[in-house]
Each structure stands twice: as structure tokens, then as C-alpha cells.
């Protein structure tokens, strides 16, 4: 059974450009999470979408953005990159609401 | 906000040895989960607890969700090599998915 997968798996970029990343889910879920990892902050919820519609957000800037297909994959956009975006990023696929989320292995954004 | 505490924040241990570690939380929570993460793989799911009091094993893997709905813990029996990465709790609200994280355990095991 295909996990969560995530592409790119690895980006470098500058400061002010814009990095689109995508997310597949699990065959059948239909809610997929973001998060970001870093070893500062650690893992933080970015934003969490269930069919097309995000249902909850966490406390980060606008520049941050996400969207869901119909097929459930999903993108999150960071527009105006800065040097403290370089993280992990983590998207997390479930059924639905309070169903355990399954990780994919991240996209390593580096921003120079 | 809400905040998990998990601790240890790291621990070294002879294979063969059992490890404990756990988090607590000024809020409760509906559903406690621990995961483990190996360098430059995302985390995966170990181990997922739904009621107060409950007791959930996998393999050599034991946790518990606190009474209080504050905390959890996760015991690791007779550990292996393969045991090595980084552990995290999260607690999850009824209200929505978002996941709250601890800060996460490193796991060494010396052979």
C-alpha cells in the first residue's frame, strides 16, 4: 500500500522567490495536514485541508498557503521566501478528523 | 497555547535495556500518539491511544494515556539497535486533526 508522498524531496531557493510543494496521500484518506519541522521550533501544524476545504490553521504568516484537489493531493505555496523558512516540511495524510495521521517523508527546503 | 513537555530530551542505554519516556500537557486531550523518526524520514506511527486509562501495546512497545488526559508514557522493553531515532508524543484535540508535538526523545542504544 503506497504511503504519503511528498515531492520534491529536496528544494534550494532564495530569499523572495516563491516554492510551490505537493503532497499525495493515502490511497482513500481524505484530510491532509502540513507541518513544519525545525530544530528550533520543532514540529508546528501549518494548516490542515478536508475535501478542498481548510478546516484549520496555525499561527503562521500569510505568505504561507495551501489547497486541496478533488483527488485529495494537496500543494502549500510559501511566497517571498525568507532565510528562516529553511525546514522540513511534513504533509500528513488520515481518514478524517481524530483518525491517526500518517507521515510521508517531507520535502527539505533550504532557503540561501 | 498548548504545550507538551516530553522528557527525556535524550537518553543513552545498553541493548537489552528498557526505556521509558513520557509527556505532559497543560490541556487535555482526546488522542495521544507517539511516533519515532529516523534521520530524513518523516515520523511514523508507532502506537495511538483513544480513552483515559488505556494501556496499548505494539511488539516490544507499551503506552499509556493518562487518567488525568494530561499525559501519556511509552516504555520500550529489551531495546535493539534498530530502536535508535527520535521519539515523539502528540496530543490531538477532539475539535480538529491538528497535532500538538512534544519536543521529542533521542534515543541512543549502545550494542
Known amino acids: 500500500k503506497a504511503g504519503v508522498t511528498q515531492t520534491p524531496r529536496y528544494l534550494i531557493k532564495t530569499r523572495g522567490q516563491q516554492v510551490t510543494l505537493s503532497c499525495s496521500p493515502i490511497?482513500?484518506?481524505?484530510?491532509v495536514s502540513w507541518y513544519q519541522q525545525t530544530p528550533g521550533q520543532g514540529l508546528q501544524f501549518l494548516f490542515e485541508?478536508?475535501?478542498?476545504?481548510?478546516?484549520n490553521k496555525g499561527n503562521f504568516p500569510g505568505r504561507f498557503s495551501g489547497r486541496q484537489f478533488s483527488n485529495s493531493r494537496s500543494e502549500m505555496n510559501v511566497s517571498t521566501l525568507e532565510l528562516g523558512d529553511s525546514a522540513l516540511y511534513l504533509c500528513?495524510?488520515?481518514?478524517?478528523?481524530?483518525?491517526?495521521?500518517?507521515f510521508g517523508d517531507g520535502t527539505r527546503l533550504s532557503i540561501l | 497555547g498548548q504545550q507538551l513537555n516530553q522528557s527525556p530530551q535524550s537518553m543513552f542505554i545498553q541493548e537489552g535495556e528498557d526505556v521509558s519516556m513520557n509527556c505532559t500537557s497543560s490541556?487535555?486531550?482526546?488522542?495521544w500518539l507517539w511516533y519515532k523518526q529516523d534521520p530524513g524520514e518523516g515520523p511514523v506511527l508507532l502506537i495511538a491511544?483513544?480513552?483515559?486509562?488505556e494501556l496499548t501495546s505494539n511488539g516490544r512497545l507499551t503506552a499509556q494515556f493518562g487518567i488525568t488526559r494530561k499525559d501519556s508514557f511509552l516504555n520500550i522493553s529489551a531495546s535493539i539497535p534498530s530502536d535508535v531515532g527520535i521519539y515523539f508524543c502528540?496530543?490531538?484535540?477532539?475539535?480538529?486533526?491538528?497535532?500538538?508535538f512534544g519536543e521529542g526523545t533521542q534515543l541512543t542504544v549502545n550494542p
Open positions: 491511544l483513544y480513552k483515559a486509562g
Open positions: 490511497s482513500g484518506h481524505r484530510s
Open positions: 490541556s487535555i486531550f482526546n488522542t
Open positions: 500528513a495524510s488520515s481518514k478524517g478528523a481524530e483518525q491517526p495521521q500518517h
Open positions: 485541508y478536508f475535501s478542498e476545504t481548510q478546516r
Open positions: 502528540a496530543g490531538q484535540l477532539a475539535s480538529g486533526s491538528r497535532l500538538t
